[in-house]
């Protein structure tokens, strides 16, 4: 009886409705085989595989966003990088011409240093490419401490303060500044951590309306606070503001209420102006862009601002001609090939040059956006949509400095600006940016199915002939 009574018990569970019937061995078995992947599991019992799966509904549409996302970041990062390699190289020419003149050997070692390092982030940013998205989420923790330690090194002997922010690393004759690369290693620690909020929103602008538990993002909150307040005791204050930007765009794509995000802007504004008003360098910068909103540029001591604009008024439509710019020249613009780089092109190669950069960061923000929001992955979407606001939000700061929008504070023109570890970081971040689109499932392979460029057009010369 007792044995009657088991079976009818368990025939019972059997028949009785459950959310989701367990597969048995066989069917696991035959799943596999028919797939002929067999899925290897976390700890947690979640499913890895190299590729995310898509709804079969939709699949070709989103392999073809990211396929021709990944072409147009390609393209419009390539160009960029070429572009500042030519205006960096035009913009140390003066000071160049000046010091062999004087006596100096090897003047434009800094422009061959900066082809090295594009060169080198081409290559890491394509080895990146190679890994799967899946490999960052797992390894976050590894990158982020790695970038932390980095960064405590400017804190150490090894440390080299430039105009007041103790920011670089000097390892032998090559400075190196960290904080570019704790920029790409903070983005992936916040979407690694946001990605497991319960009831979060997916990215899709749905958000609570009610005040949330803020034990929730205690994690995010602690990892942004942690990264850029160490980038903040260097007193590097537009790095610290970078940070912030793509920290709270984050964190909005995350779902957070939008009540604390007033708290954080309150926060945010209060320690802004606390952080000027105990700079007096900041605050004379803030100063002077206040007071001469309205004017033209002096004429008694001009600033780097006022440098800039002449740049610009010079430059007219078609600009000057590549090389012929006078606001580069020593004395004049001192950061010419760094952070005032975009003024450089705005002299020799006018207007329609400025609007080409414009246009190439455009494509670099749609392929990327395109990507964050056609990608099945809630960690590839946080991580791409941080990866556009760093990139995009940084270029357009910088040319907001550079035309007099904004009071100056330091930050270069992403793949532009002379700097290895600027280059590197942001052509890695790229590099980051592709491996996601290529995680889904189908898109590496339909490059591979698809003719190399010069195989078509060979063969079309071939059959009209």
Request: one cysteine or more.
């Amino acid at each position: 009886m007792a044995k009657t009574g088991g079976t009818h018990d368990a025939a019972t569970r059997h028949d009785a409705p459950t959310r989701h019937d367990a597969p048995t061995r066989a069917t696991r078995r035959g799943s596999r085989g028919a797939t002929g992947q067999a899925r290897r599991r976390t700890p947690k019992g979640k499913p890895v595989t190299g590729a995310t799966r898509l709804p079969a509904e939709n699949a070709e549409k989103v392999r073809d966003v990211m396929r021709h996302s990944i072409i147009m970041l390609a393209v419009a990062t390539l160009v960029l990088t070429v572009l500042g390699l030519v205006m960096v190289f035009s913009a140390v020419t003066p000071g160049a011409m000046r010091s062999a003149a004087a006596g100096a050997t090897n003047t434009f070692r800094g422009v061959y240093l900066q082809i090295f390092y594009a060169c080198v982030g081409i290559v890491v940013a394509a080895i990146l490419s190679r890994f799967p998205i899946e490999f960052f989420r797992k390894s976050w923790a590894a990158f982020w401490a790695g970038a932390l330690l980095l960064q405590c090194l400017v804190f150490s002997p090894l440390g080299v303060a430039v105009a007041g922010n103790r920011n670089w690393v000097a390892l032998g004759p090559i400075r190196m500044q960290p904080s570019e690369f704790l920029k790409l290693a903070t983005i992936i620690a916040l979407a690694a951590t946001l990605v497991n909020i319960r009831g979060a929103a997916s990215v899709n602008l749905l958000r609570r309306e009610e005040w949330e538990d803020i034990k929730n993002w205690v994690w995010p909150i602690a990892i942004f606070l942690l990264s850029a307040g160490l980038v903040g005791l260097g007193h590097d204050m537009g790095t610290v503001l970078v940070f912030a930007l793509f920290t709270a765009g984050m964190l909005w794509l995350a779902g957070m209420a939008w009540q604390w995000f007033a708290v954080g802007g309150l926060a945010g504004i209060l320690g802004t102006a606390l952080a000027i008003a105990v700079s007096l360098s900041r605050l004379a910068r803030v100063q002077d862009f206040f007071e001469n909103i309205f004017t033209l540029p002096a004429g008694g001591s001009p600033t780097q601002a006022d440098y800039a604009l002449w740049a610009f008024g010079s430059g007219g439509l078609g600009g000057s001609g590549l090389g012929t710019g006078i606001e580069k020249w020593p004395g004049n613009l001192a950061e010419a090939q760094t952070d005032f780089i975009f003024a450089v092109v705005g002299e020799e190669l006018g207007f329609l040059g400025c609007a080409a950069v414009v246009i190439l960061f455009l494509m670099v923000g749609i392929s990327l956006v395109r990507i964050c929001i056609h990608h099945p992955s809630r960690f590839a979407k946080l991580t791409v949509g941080g990866i556009a606001l760093w990139l995009c939000g940084q270029a357009l700061a910088n040319m907001l400095v550079v035309t007099s929008m904004l009071p100056v504070f330091g930050v270069p023109l992403p793949f532009m600006s002379q700097g290895g570890s600027s280059v590197i970081s942001c052509l890695m971040a790229v590099g980051v940016a592709i491996s996601a689109a290529f995680s889904v499932e189908g898109v590496r392979a339909s490059f591979k199915q698809r003719p190399h460029l010069v195989k078509r057009v060979v063969s079309i010369v071939s059959k009209t002939r």
